[in-house]
């Protein structure tokens, strides 16, 4: 079955640059999340969206903005990186159309700041 | 205190044993309720979901809620080797949030042979 796809899987920036990370949701899923993971933190949910809509927002900063586009990625543009941003980004989808909230994650990036 | 809180770990058990995650929250809007399993480095990888109070099972494992005590758990019974991993237990968030989980701090399984 597909699944979600994340690009690229590796990443590594300078203090200050920025990046710009790719979702592929799974097919017909209309709904889709951001999540940053920290070495040895849980998962924090910063962004979602839903039929190109932002549905909801959380610990994002004001740094990093996200879009969905009309065949339902999205992208996660990330500015002015500092060192704190190292982390593992994932995405997930999940089809909210059919009434599920459950979410399947996506390979992640990992992306490393120096 | 986090929103999900799940039971101290690392967690050992023997293989062919049954292992017990627990996981509670605090937001009693929160309508449904997952266990994720997380290798180190890689993405989580959904086991179960569970929305309505009472057990659900699916092969090895089973899960339970009861919205009542704000409690959920996960049993992984002839636990394997291969099941050595970070399980996260996730909440939805209630109120207009859709879909939005939070997660709990994990908890590390170790299955020896």
């Known amino acids: 079955a597909a699944g979600v796809i994340q690009s690229p899987r590796h990443l590594i920036k300078e203090k200050r640059e920025t990046a710009t990370l790719k979702c592929y949701p799974i097919?017909?899923?209309?709904?889709v999340y951001w999540y940053q993971q920290g070495p040895g933190q849980d998962p924090q949910f910063l962004i979602s969206?839903?039929?190109?809509?932002?549905?909801d927002k959380g610990s994002i900063p004001d740094r990093f903005s996200a879009q969905q586009f009309s065949d339902y990625h999205s992208e996660l543009n990330m500015s002015s990186l500092e060192l704190g941003d190292s982390a593992l980004y994932f995405c997930?989808?999940?089809?909210?159309?059919?009434?599920?909230?459950?979410?399947?994650f996506g390979p992640g990036t990992r992306l490393t700041v120096l | 205190q986090k929103e999900v809180e799940q039971n101290s770990g690392p967690l050992s058990v023997p293989e062919g044993a049954i292992a017990s995650l627990n996981c509670t929250y605090s937001?009693?809007?929160?309508?449904?309720f997952f266990w994720y399993r997380q290798y180190s480095g890689k993405s989580p990888e959904l086991i179960m979901f569970i929305y309505s109070n009472g057990d659900k099972e699916d092969g090895r494992f089973t899960a339970q809620l009861n919205k009542a005590s704000q409690y959920v758990s996960l049993l992984i019974r002839d636990s394997q080797p291969s099941d050595s991993a970070t399980y996260l237990c996730a909440a939805t968030a209630g109120g207009t949030s859709y879909g939005k989980l939070t997660f709990g701090q994990g908890t590390i399984l170790t299955v020896h042979p």
């Open positions: 937001d009693r809007g929160s309508q449904s």
């Open positions: 997930a989808s999940s089809p909210r159309t059919s009434g599920t909230d459950t979410q399947y």
């Open positions: 097919p017909r899923h209309d709904t």
């Open positions: 969206f839903y039929e190109k809509m932002q549905s």
